[in-house]
């Protein structure tokens, strides 16, 4: 079916910015975006200069303006992608809403669960999408993965590890405002009062809830700080109590010595497992009880959802940008419909949206209270 690339615009990711090229890289990749315009820097300089070197036509100073003045224009941007400091992301979706533009943005969600669900509603009753871009839900075989759960090749779901190690913050490399990433990272004023937990702890909880179909009820949380003088958490654990009686545990860590980008999950069941890991997207362990580990890899798998998550042959690894980009893609089949009036089509349905940011923000929640309360069993309000 014949599709026009749909107008995206930007706020924050210039230069110096970790994701905003990642972001650019994705929305490209399916050839179903176009950039259009942005405020990619509170410096306007900065701004117009990495609005050229982007080959993004429109440059604003201020995101404010970049949202009234798109909204006004016949050939304004349909989507904009918000990929600022987390103490942003609320109001400049909040603008991009009221302006009716769809919004895709970075996680967390918001500093606050407040500021969460105020997104939610309002995307709601504008109609809008609301993307969030936990892209490991984009990988093939995390989706498969889902679907050998669905499908009850697990069984009654009985254990979930998730954890997710990085060792960038190992070190105070935030001191002295040497490192853009670091420092904006872990200062509460722009972080929020997640750190570790925000940044990553969040992924973590979305992947083992993705893919299992579950959110636990309850945790019993510990958040700490190892590098002295860092004003938020670096490292987290906690336990998860689940509505059928499903336990977990989930840690997150950004002072883990050695390690990279270490996301990895196991599900049991009672009657089958699955181990997923991050660095090696290409291939899902899947062992039955009593019997031989298979090894599944991506584009041999049979599921549609994998399927539809997968763009080059067997054996041809796929990898990040391609996750990152499925989010992108499911996003503008969303966003094509909504606009058409249409039903949201089915194959688009994994795609993370406000609703899962909402979700991450509940975790958040507990997790901070449990942890200030020395590690006491917690609620997770709402949690479905």
């Given at each position: 079916?014949?599709?026009?690339?749909?107008?995206?615009g930007?706020?924050?990711?210039?230069?110096?910015?970790?994701?905003?090229?990642?972001?650019?890289?994705?929305?490209?990749?399916?050839?179903?975006f176009?950039?259009?315009?942005?405020a990619?820097?509170?410096?306007?300089e900065?701004?117009?200069?990495?609005?050229?070197?982007?080959?993004?036509?429109?440059?604003?100073?201020h995101?404010?303006?970049?949202?009234?003045?798109e909204?006004?224009?016949?050939?304004g941007?349909?989507?904009?992608?918000?990929?600022?400091?987390?103490?942003?992301?609320?109001?400049?979706?909040?603008?991009?809403?009221d302006?009716?533009?769809?919004?895709?943005?970075d996680k967390?969600?918001?500093?606050?669960?407040a500021?969460?669900?105020?997104?939610a509603?309002l995307?709601?009753?504008?109609?809008?999408?609301?993307?969030?871009?936990?892209?490991?839900?984009g990988?093939?075989?995390?989706?498969?993965?889902r679907?050998l759960?669905?499908?009850?090749e697990?069984?009654?779901?009985?254990?979930?590890q998730?954890?997710?190690?990085?060792?960038?913050?190992?070190?105070?490399?935030?001191?002295?405002?040497?490192?853009?990433?670091?420092?904006?990272?872990?200062?509460p004023?722009?972080?929020?009062?997640?750190?570790?937990l925000?940044?990553?702890?969040?992924?973590?909880?979305?992947l083992?809830?993705?893919?299992?179909?579950?959110?636990?009820v309850?945790?019993?949380?510990?958040?700490?700080?190892?590098?002295?003088?860092?004003?938020?958490?670096d490292?987290?654990?906690?336990?998860l109590?689940?509505?059928?009686?499903?336990?977990?545990?989930?840690?997150?860590?950004?002072?883990?010595?050695?390690?990279?980008?270490a996301l990895?999950?196991?599900v049991?069941g009672?009657k089958?497992?699955?181990?997923?890991?991050?660095?090696?997207?290409?291939?899902?362990?899947?062992?039955?009880?009593?019997?031989?580990?298979?090894?599944?890899?991506?584009a041999?798998?049979?599921?549609?959802s994998?399927?539809?998550?997968?763009?080059?042959?067997?054996?041809?690894?796929?990898?990040?940008?391609?996750?990152?980009?499925?989010?992108?893609?499911?996003a503008?089949?969303?966003?094509?419909?909504?606009?058409?009036?249409?039903?949201?089509?089915?194959?688009?349905?994994?795609?993370?949206?406000?609703?899962?940011g909402?979700?991450?923000?509940?975790?958040?929640?507990?997790?901070?209270?449990?942890?200030?309360?020395?590690?006491?069993w917690c609620?997770?309000?709402?949690?479905?």
């Amino acid at each position: 079916m014949p599709y026009r690339r749909l107008r995206l615009g930007m706020v924050g990711g210039g230069q110096g910015a970790l994701i905003g090229a990642v972001h650019r890289i994705a929305a490209r990749l399916d050839d179903r975006f176009e950039l259009a315009a942005g405020a990619l820097s509170s410096d306007p300089e900065r701004a117009r200069t990495s609005a050229a070197e982007a080959g993004i036509a429109r440059s604003y100073a201020h995101w404010q303006d970049m949202a009234l003045a798109e909204a006004a224009r016949e050939d304004g941007i349909d989507a904009v992608a918000i990929v600022t400091p987390n103490h942003l992301h609320a109001p400049v979706a909040t603008a991009f809403l009221d302006a009716g533009i769809h919004v895709i943005c970075d996680k967390p969600l918001a500093i606050s669960l407040a500021e969460g669900e105020a997104l939610a509603k309002l995307a709601r009753a504008k109609n809008r999408l609301f993307a969030l871009t936990h892209t490991y839900s984009g990988y093939p075989l995390a989706r498969h993965a889902r679907d050998l759960v669905e499908r009850g090749e697990l069984g009654q779901l009985r254990v979930v590890q998730v954890e997710y190690a990085q060792d960038w913050l190992a070190e105070p490399i935030e001191a002295g405002g040497l490192n853009k990433q670091a420092g904006w990272r872990t200062d509460p004023a722009l972080a929020g009062p997640a750190g570790c937990l925000g940044d990553i702890g969040t992924h973590a909880y979305h992947l083992a809830s993705f893919v299992t179909g579950m959110m636990p009820v309850a945790l019993s949380a510990e958040l700490h700080t190892f590098v002295p003088g860092r004003r938020v958490d670096d490292h987290v654990q906690a336990m998860l109590r689940y509505a059928n009686g499903a336990r977990g545990m989930l840690w997150a860590s950004q002072v883990a010595s050695g390690a990279e980008n270490a996301l990895r999950l196991r599900v049991y069941g009672t009657k089958a497992s699955l181990a997923f890991d991050q660095e090696r997207p290409n291939e899902l362990w899947f062992t039955p009880l009593g019997a031989t580990a298979e090894r599944l890899t991506r584009a041999r798998v049979n599921s549609a959802s994998a399927a539809h998550a997968t763009r080059v042959p067997p054996g041809h690894p796929e990898g990040y940008l391609e996750a990152f980009a499925q989010l992108y893609k499911d996003a503008a089949l969303q966003i094509e419909a909504l606009n058409e009036g249409r039903a949201l089509p089915a194959e688009s349905l994994l795609l993370t949206t406000v609703e899962d940011g909402v979700a991450g923000l509940r975790f958040i929640e507990a997790a901070l209270a449990s942890s200030a309360a020395d590690g006491q069993w917690c609620e997770i309000r709402n949690a479905a």
